[in-house]
């Protein structure tokens, strides 16, 4: 079976810097893309940014320039470094993974908090 372990989460002042990561382990033929996503309070799980096995890139709008997605392949890990945090990017993050076995399927993390607040 697939896991997804998420950390890096936490509280950070305005203006501050984060970075989160995911590693997925198990059985895992290919890896197609790994991304996150958040969700707020009382609001729906949103994009943040995705990153293909061929590393193109997709953004949410709110967090162009200031967020960025990266990844290991040899440790089937994704980064996402956050600069310049806002208020608004308070969330839990999770972690997606879209795996090919035996299938094609979506894993997700169990979330991490990233709270940002003076």
């Known amino acids: 079976q697939v896991q997804l372990v998420e950390s890096g989460g936490g509280l950070v002042q305005p203006g501050g810097s984060l970075r989160l990561s995911c590693a997925a382990s198990?059985?895992?033929?290919?890896?197609?893309?790994m991304g996150w996503y958040r969700q707020a309070p009382g609001k729906q799980r949103e994009l943040v940014a995705t990153?293909?096995?061929?590393?193109?890139?997709n953004y949410a709008d709110s967090v162009k320039g200031r967020f960025t997605i990266s990844k290991d392949n040899t440790k089937n890990t994704v980064y996402l470094q956050m600069n310049s945090l806002k208020p608004e990017d308070t969330a839990v993050y999770y972690c997606?993974?879209?795996?090919?076995?035996?299938?094609?399927?979506?894993?997700w993390g169990q979330g991490t908090q990233v709270t940002v607040s003076s």
């Open positions: 997606n993974a879209d795996i090919t076995n035996s299938g094609r399927r979506d894993y």
């Open positions: 198990g059985r895992i033929f290919r890896i197609n893309a």
């Open positions: 990153i293909t096995s061929g590393g193109s890139t």
